[in-house]
């Protein structure tokens, strides 16, 4: 699955090099973030957050697990979640990071849409008018549509995830 999703341009892996302690890098990222689990329901309660908190997620010694929390008026669909791990290589510290953008909230809709339109295809041709072949463009057009806006939203968040974590890494130690 991960190999179809890197082929895809949903899931990047990255690394990160910043000039600073791993212990430092931590408690300044943990007073930045809100603590969640990241479930299937975390994202509700965003927009009537009144921390200051960019992102949410957990991070401890071993790595971290973040997503970006949801704004009122934001049309920036953030989909991407980031998973990392820490390595401190003498006065830098290396995060390795994850950034997937394909949430397994989407594989019931990547499954039951095409399956919709082979349906409404194979119903259309079975039909004895002329006219009814006239809407199978459409049909495909439509489909194309209901499937490429979902990907090319997820495609879009994962490089707005890592653009935005690298950059929000450096602002964060440089304060």
Known sequence: MNTLLTKLNLLITTTIE?????????SIVNTSIDQSDLGYF??????????????????????????KKR????????????????????????????INGF?????????IVPIFYIFS??????????????????????????LGIPYFIMRRSVKRMQYELERDFYFMIKK
């Not at 910043?18 to 931590?26: G, M, S, V």
């Not at 979640?81 to 995060?95: E, P």
Request: hydrophobic share 45%; no cysteine.
């Open 103 to 111: 949430s397994n909230q989407m594989a019931p809709f990547f499954i």
């Open 121 to 146: 295809i194979t119903m259309t041709l079975q039909g004895e008018d002329v006219a009814s072949l006239a809407i199978i463009p459409f049909l495909l057009l439509h489909g194309l549509f209901m």
């Open 42 to 67: 975390s994202d509700m309660g965003d927009v009537f957050s009144s921390s200051k908190a960019e992102y949410k997620g957990h991070i401890n010694s071993y790595g971290f697990k973040l997503k």
């Open 18 to 26: 910043l000039p600073i302690e791993k212990y430092n890098f931590i």
């Open 71 to 98: 704004k009122f008026f934001d049309y920036n669909m953030n989909l991407a979640t980031a998973k990392g791990h820490f390595n401190q290589q003498g006065d830098t510290l290396k995060i390795n990071m994850e």
